[in-house]
């Protein structure tokens, strides 16, 4: 059953006319955060916690007592209209808070800036349905995720519905949630809850709510900014506001992974706007649309507005951040060692390639294992959450990059596993998967434009001072963390490896020790990881592009979750649908539905997997005329087209 809330501050921006009159357009303003991973003090911009110092410069963004203040000064501004605030998920996981309080401080300051419904994320689970049971107890807003399903064992109980329907000045708005399909193996739900489809979820929850004569109904999502464009915006009568992928859309900024908001074909023939707003507290998203009485949405508009120091921190949430930090503040400033420069732990490097924030890690594991005759290590990108800037390196820096209280594990496995544990790790770099691998005792090159599986070659393991190609048969002693032992990240190979070993030392004590031994410690990349054909020619008129390989789908028997918090792995995406078939209903992608293009000039939002050799066969009926969408648009990389930018297609 759905619950309706009505809220006094909101006031009718619509004129009802005579009986039997249609209703004038209605206007919605959604505010919106998404992967606040419990920044609830103000970041600086390796998105570590900002330091005094930082804040007198006026270098610090975010954190709970700034965004308290963006929200209010914003909803002060647009008094008198229509107004929800919203939280897309992940909240838990990423301080010293999350650490100390499991969950409950998150809970408190969000209370205060008084969100009108959220999902939840995959990092929800990290403790299990334990830790996210006492977070609902807490919360004073209700949680909508319509692909979570609790058995009646579970503490969860009801208390996370598929949908809502919210009275925003006398018209229904529905809401229906959703979290990324692959929560199960990236994180820990554990036994009484099962992941459901979301794009079969969503589609029932938004059936029940048309049931109920709703006909404006936000897609409130944790799936993924490419799995929102590619799929859930293509579901017939909702419009999409995300999280999970950190993904900065913006009209203004040059980093932007899209527009904001971004308008996707549906192929009821109107256009969805898609919008999330970064990560970390750094950004509130603020979109306005504009909804016909029938729901559908005439336009759309809007910017994410940065959480700077020209917004006041406020003082009654500044303080009781004061407060909760004393317990914490000790460890939070121990200073361990030093770096000559800073260490770069940044998502869109260390999911894609070698950095130095990888090489820290996993060199530190493989050195605290060696005299076990460990020879490899491996991390999963994923699971560093920030950099650490050059000078001072505290023993709180260091936790807030490896804030997961994964432990250090060993196993044996043979040079054939290794390398199918390499092809995993680079299955998904295409989507930002956090499962890529960051190694030490062995170097690897992987070409992503080969398919799926067959993607990793010349890999050499170190032995003594020298690299050998690494041998298939030969057993290796490998290192990694307690999560990835137990499949987490979709390294089951490493399920089947022989005498496992949970070490036990937290991998951000391991860390942090490791960059005390090497003080002043140098960072550094070296090139153990190569990726190959990295401007790969255009294919010819007789050879396609390759799509980008699908991942493949999580099994329809997931891995039992780890005992310990599973990284944040933020896996694609646009990660594949689960074993279960998709509905009836779900749309094709987004080119199906445009084709009148072949004859008439348009355009195309690039979805995840799209190529111009796909889109010509779509648009023109001939794979061969890619040509003509690779001119019309600055002739881009085939191989690496950005998803979520809009391309002119031109007329045949």
């Given at each position: ?19 039997g ?8 303003n ?10 609830i ?10 330091s005094?110092e ?46 100390t309080?499991?969950?409950?401080a ?11 419904a ?27 995720t ?9 503490k969860l ?21 959703a ?6 193996e ?11 489809d979301?794009?079969?979820?969503i ?36 419009d ?19 527009p ?23 950004y509130?998203g603020d979109l306005?649309?504009?909804?016909d009485?029938?729901?559908?949405v ?7 507005i ?16 004061g ?59 994923g ?14 820096e260091?936790?807030?990059v ?33 499962r890529f ?14 398919p ?24 290796y ?11 987490g ?5 490493f ?65 039992p979750?780890?005992?310990a ?13 689960p ?13 199906a ?30 794979g061969t ?18 998803v ?9």
């Amino acid at each position: 059953m759905t619950k309706s809330f009505s809220f006094g501050l909101l006031t009718a921006s619509m004129l009802a006319l005579s009986t039997g009159a249609a209703f004038a357009d209605y206007e919605l303003n959604i505010l919106h955060i998404n992967d606040f991973h419990s920044r609830i003090e103000s970041v600086n911009k390796f998105d570590s916690t900002c330091s005094a110092e930082e804040e007198g410069k006026k270098e610090c963004f975010g954190g709970a007592a700034r965004l308290k203040t963006a929200i209010d000064q914003r909803r002060q501004a647009l008094s008198g209209k229509n107004v929800l605030l919203l939280n897309a998920g992940d909240n838990f996981q990423g301080s010293l808070f999350y650490t100390t309080y499991k969950g409950a401080a998150e809970a408190e300051f969000l209370n205060l800036m008084k969100f009108d419904a959220m999902t939840v994320g995959n990092h929800e689970f990290d403790d299990s349905e334990d830790g996210l049971a006492t977070f609902l107890d807490k919360v004073q807003f209700p949680v909508v995720t319509a692909n979570v399903k609790a058995t009646a064992a579970s503490k969860l109980g009801d208390r996370i519905k598929p949908s809502l329907v919210l009275d925003v000045a006398g018209q229904k708005i529905g809401i229906v949630g959703a979290v990324t399909n692959d929560t199960a193996e990236l994180s820990s739900p554990g036994p009484n809850v099962t992941i459901a489809d979301d794009v079969q979820s969503i589609t029932a929850a938004v059936q029940d709510l048309k049931g109920q004569g709703v006909n404006k109904i936000i897609a409130l999502t944790h799936v993924g900014y490419p799995r929102d464009l590619a799929l859930i915006a293509k579901i017939p009568d909702v419009d999409v506001v995300g999280g999970h992928s950190h993904s900065l859309l913006s009209n203004t900024d040059p980093k932007a992974e899209g527009p904001y908001p971004t308008m996707v074909d549906n192929p009821g023939g109107y256009k969805v706007p898609v919008v999330q707003a970064a990560s970390y507290s750094k950004y509130l998203g603020d979109l306005v649309v504009n909804f016909d009485d029938s729901g559908v949405v005439k336009d759309a508009k809007g910017d994410p507005i940065l959480i700077d120091s020209t917004f006041t921190p406020d003082p009654a949430v500044l303080a009781r951040i004061g407060e909760l930090a004393k317990p914490i503040e000790e460890l939070r400033k121990k200073v361990i060692g030093s770096s000559e420069s800073p260490i770069e732990g940044d998502r869109k490097v260390c999911r894609v390639k070698e950095c130095s924030m990888g090489n820290l890690v996993a060199d530190a594991m493989l050195d605290r294992t060696k005299n076990q005759g460990v020879t490899i290590a491996v991390q999963n990108g994923g699971g560093l959450r920030a950099s650490i800037d050059g000078g001072e390196v505290t023993q709180g820096e260091v936790i807030t990059v490896l804030p997961f209280q994964n432990t250090l594990a060993t196993f044996e496995t043979t040079g054939a596993d290794v390398v199918k544990a390499l092809e995993n790790g680079v299955s998904q770099i295409d989507q930002g998967a956090g499962r890529f691998p960051q190694v030490a005792g062995l170097k690897f090159a992987f070409d992503q434009s080969k398919p799926v599986g067959s993607r990793v070659g010349d890999v050499q393991v170190k032995e003594g001072d020298n690299f050998a190609p690494i041998d298939p048969a030969k057993t290796y002693k490998v290192a990694t963390n307690n999560f990835m032992r137990a499949g987490g990240d979709g390294y089951s190979i490493f399920k089947e490896g022989k005498n496992a070993y949970d070490y036990g030392p937290d991998l951000a004590d391991v860390t942090a020790e490791y960059v005390a031994a090497h003080s002043p410690y140098k960072p550094y990349t070296d090139g153990r990881v190569t990726e190959l054909a990295q401007a790969a020619p255009a294919p010819s008129a007789s050879e396609p592009a390759p799509a980008a390989p699908a991942a493949p789908a999580p099994s329809a028997e997931p891995s039992p979750a780890p005992a310990a918090p599973a990284p944040s792995t933020e896996p694609a995406p646009a990660a594949p649908a689960p074993a279960t078939p998709a509905p009836a209903t779900e749309p094709a992608p987004a080119p199906a539905a445009s084709a009148p293009a072949a004859t008439t000039p348009s355009t195309h939002v690039i979805a995840a997997g799209d190529t111009f050799w796909d889109l010509a066969v779509t648009f023109y009926g001939d794979g061969t005329m890619w040509r003509k969408l690779s001119d019309a648009n600055g002739k881009p990389n085939p191989r690496h087209l950005t998803v979520g930018k809009e391309i002119e297609v031109p007329a045949k």
